[in-house]
């Protein structure tokens, strides 16, 4: 029996976006990827992908299947959450919907799955309505699914300097970043060149932090010991440069899709003509 429409699936989750958002939940699972030899205990390690799966790239899998082959439990007890923040509910998305993005995500999650062939690997995919990690950890925590599984939150390194960056906490680093980094790790894939510098430079940012920048800045040394830097590739790959592509659609611009959508995120993409219009 073939699963429901790309219209169907549409308006399911478009049904399910909007009763999130007139809920006052802060988090919620709207799909799930289960593999029949997952167990149905909470997970001891879940890694979390938070972004704007505008869309996916690969660059979201390498990090994903990255942090699974890495992770300190076995795969039966390591679960993966997709999580996307739909918090401007009052401002349409762009350019592409947040039902439609939703969808992007169960193919991402597929294309995941299929990376991680025979090691059954189980995706959630999730909706927060909150903007900072803290916060979102939190309420990851707080909903009980995943008991007190082990965080791992996955971002790339620009993430990393907002998330140790004061201005963002007037009520002080250790108040929020505290019970955070308590129950969390972060994992940061470097990225080289443009703004961020190379990766010496990267890793001197986070030896900073370690060798008395947190204690400046009301934080605790020991918060180094939760972030784990780790190489990405060298050439860079991110949705903007995806988008930009899709919008030209020239013969170098097809070989960029190719080579950074994932197979199932591809075939939507490109046979809805999303971003084309962008």
């Known amino acids: 029996m073939s699963g429901p429409s790309r219209q169907q699936l549409l308006k399911i989750f478009k049904a399910q976006l909007t009763a999130f ?8 699972v709207f799909s799930k990827i289960t593999p029949p030899s997952s167990p149905s205990t909470p997970p001891k390690t879940l890694i979390v992908l938070d972004s704007s799966f505008n869309p996916p790239t690969v660059a979201h899998l390498r990090m994903a299947a990255s942090a699974i082959r890495a992770a300190s439990h076995a795969i039966a ?8 923040a739909v918090n401007n509910a009052d401002k349409a998305p762009q350019p592409v919907a947040f039902p439609t993005r939703m969808a992007l995500m169960q193919h991402f999650a597929l294309d995941l799955t299929d990376a ?10 999730g909706l927060t309505t909150l903007p900072y990690f803290p ?17 791992v939150f996955l971002a790339g390194y620009d993430t990393l300097v907002r998330i140790f960056d004061p ?7 250790a108040q929020a970043l505290g019970p955070f980094l308590d129950r969390a790790k972060v994992r940061i894939t470097m990225r080289v060149g443009g703004d961020w510098g190379g990766k010496g430079e990267q890793e001197g940012y986070l030896a900073g932090l370690r060798d008395g920048g947190f204690e400046q800045a009301g934080g605790r040394r020991e918060w180094a010991e939760r972030v784990e830097l ?10 903007t440069r995806v988008r930009q592509a899709l919008k030209g659609r020239e013969a170098a611009d097809e070989k960029v899709v190719d080579k950074f959508i994932t197979p199932a995120v591809r075939e939507w993409v490109l046979e809805e003509k999303l971003y084309q219009d962008e």
């Open 77 to 84: 007890d390591t679960r993966v959450l997709l999580l996307l």
């Open 167 to 173: 201005k963002y906490y007037p009520g002080g680093m």
């Open 21 to 28: 958002q007139q809920s006052r939940d802060a988090f919620t």
């Open 116 to 125: 991680i062939e025979g090691d059954g690997v189980a995706v959630d995919l």
């Open 230 to 239: 780790v190489d990405g590739d060298e050439e860079v790959v991110s949705s």
């Open 135 to 151: 916060d979102k950890s939190a309420a990851i925590a707080d909903e009980g699914r995943y008991g007190d599984a082990d965080q």
